[in-house]
């Protein structure tokens, strides 16, 4: 069994400079055949991720759900839904995997529930101002009659962030707030039975054995109580700005300091990573203070362009900020809600360049990362998904303006010539995916040495031997003005070539006795690094 350690192999916590794969559980593996992504789909692939060198997963939703938006508007936090599985499958899914040395992180969603959560269905039949309303924001309705929503607030994904419900009386009633869709309303975090239930669902899951928990949507569980109008003043959507009146109020940290003494009475390194969309490092460090959160995504390298300028001043900024409170930073290239990155990256063979390239820059970085399920195959956003097999509501309430996030959402290629590729053991899956994908399945590529998940393997296997990587500090090697170049100690450089030419490798690796450890390209460079390109030299 390999050892539950950090990859230093220090006594420092693991979630420090763990790598930790995102499995999205509907589209990762099918053992029952319904075409649906399921627990024990996992649990027979777990070698899968043993012999990739990560060190823990993180599993999004599996909760009871109406599936209104893929499981983020959860029924019962302390259950399975049916098409993923029982509790037993959890808890064997823990065990398997810890035996296998990985660790497992679940996804907790405390900022709204599912319309169909026992709680919700209470409010809706108890009257204004009653117990059952004050777990959730419902307030009295504008203008003549009520009629007009009680502020301007915008959903998350189109539309109104209000509803009004009709009172049981059958009368035209109260409105609820909903920064996602309707069927995700919003509780109040003012409630002290909603901050108690929250430490009982923690603790349900530490007891369980869960390492972690990712934490979605934390910059939004508190509100401006006045709730004051938008009026054009801040955008809905994208990292909150300061002032905001519903994104990343001071007020969340009082619930996080109380969910750390949580994990903090349980033995083991258990950690919080928390989903914050804010604009600046500042606002992201002030989660991480040594009594808050242990990590939280950042989102920085993942919102950067292609661009040595951009990138350097995202990994600036982020070790800067998060080393101001002791925290690591995660480092984010792709996730289940944005756009694949060799896609993003300009798609193709260019694209693919520049992720196998990504790939070395975000490994060698100091801190933790985030590897979201296919970017360890080069899967690219399928962007042609015909409109009637679309799910993200995302697509549905803003007329198809928005395409929304099933593209990067398609159940990975495993195996075959042919679709489902080894997905499930029938022809189903619950997005289709693109026949080209036959080049793309893991069989196919565990074979090429040449491929995107060689390259993964290879990385992280060099993640775990070399000492200078994981946790620690970088140096900048100034180079020229597209070559992102830096030291770590002991005796490691990367370089990356972020610009399309052939880049001047500096004096101190083509004079030293610099070894190639791995390159992105197919060749080892010499003297120059060809464009779209990133090396890893240990230094003699
Ligand atoms: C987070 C999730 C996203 C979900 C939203 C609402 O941003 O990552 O998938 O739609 O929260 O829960």
């Not at 599993?59 to 599936?67: K, T």
């Not at 001071?250 to 750390?260: G, L």
């Not at 000492?467 to 970088?474: H, R, S």
């Not at 052939?502 to 390159?519: F, N, Q």
Request: net charge negative; charged share 25%; proline share 8%.
């Amino acid at each position: 069994m390999r050892q539950v350690t950090s990859s230093a192999g220090s006594s420092a916590p693991w979630w420090r400079d763990a790598v930790i794969y995102q499995v999205y559980v509907r589209s990762f593996a099918d053992a029952n055949g319904d075409g649906v992504g399921d627990l024990p789909g996992i649990r027979s692939r777990l070698p899968y991720l043993r012999d990739l060198g990560i060190d823990a997963v993180w599993l999004n939703p599996f909760y009871p759900s109406p599936q209104a938006d893929a499981g983020y508007d959860v029924m019962d936090h302390r259950d399975v839904d049916p098409t993923f599985g029982t509790l037993t499958d959890v808890d064997e899914l823990i065990r398997d995997a810890h035996a296998l040395g990985l660790r497992v992180i679940v996804d907790l969603v405390p900022n709204h529930t599912s319309s169909e959560h026992p709680w919700f269905r209470a409010a809706l039949a108890a009257a204004p101002g009653s117990r059952e309303r004050t777990r959730y924001l419902f307030r009295d309705g504008r203008g003549p009659g009520g009629d007009e929503p009680p502020n301007d607030w915008r959903s998350n994904f189109g539309g109104l962030a209000w509803t009004r419900v009709t009172e049981p009386d059958g009368t035209p009633g109260q409105w609820y707030l909903h920064l996602f869709t309707p069927e995700q309303p919003d509780l109040d975090w003012t409630n002290h039975e909603v901050r108690a239930e929250f430490e009982t669902i923690l603790r349900f899951w530490l007891d369980r054995g869960v390492d972690g928990f990712r934490i979605d949507v934390a910059h939004g569980l508190a509100k401006d109580p006045e709730m004051p109008d938008l009026a054009g003043g801040y955008a809905t959507s994208g990292p909150a700005v300061e002032g905001h009146p519903h994104w990343d109020l001071d007020e969340v940290h009082d619930v996080y300091r109380a969910w750390r003494r949580v994990t903090d009475s349980y033995p083991g390194d258990r950690m919080f990573v928390a989903e914050v969309w804010v604009q600046s490092p500042q606002r992201l460090a002030l989660y991480l203070r040594p009594d808050e959160l242990h990590t939280a995504f950042n989102f920085n390298l993942l919102l950067a362009p292609w661009d040595a300028k951009a990138l350097r001043s995202a990994i600036d900024e982020s070790i800067h900020e998060l080393a101001a409170v002791g925290a690591p930073a995660t480092w984010v290239l792709s996730n289940h809600d944005v756009i694949r990155h060799v896609t993003r990256y300009g798609g193709g063979d260019l694209g693919t360049r520049r992720a196998r390239a990504a790939a070395l820059l975000m490994l060698a970085l100091p801190g933790g990362a985030y590897v979201y399920q296919g970017e360890e195959l080069g899967l690219s956003e399928v962007t042609d998904l015909p409109d009637e097999v679309r799910q993200d509501p995302a697509f549905f309430r803003t007329g198809g303006a928005e395409l929304g996030r099933d593209g990067c959402r398609v159940p990975l290629p495993w195996s075959g010539q042919e679709p489902p590729f080894g997905f499930g053991p029938s022809g189903a899956s619950w997005l289709p995916q693109p026949p080209t994908w036959a080049e793309l399945t893991v069989d196919r590529q565990a074979s090429d040495p040449g491929s995107m998940l060689a390259l993964y393997r290879n990385a992280l296997r060099l993640r775990r031997e070399l000492p200078a990587l994981g946790d620690g500090q970088l140096t900048w090697i100034e180079v020229g003005e597209d070559m992102l170049a830096f030291r770590r100690e002991p005796g490691f450089v990367c370089m990356t070539n972020v610009g399309d030419e052939p880049a001047d490798l500096p004096r101190e690796v083509l004079s030293g006795s610099a070894v190639v450890l791995l390159t992105s390209g197919p060749t080892n460079p010499e003297g120059r690094l060809p464009g779209a390109n990133a090396v890893w030299y240990a230094m003699g």
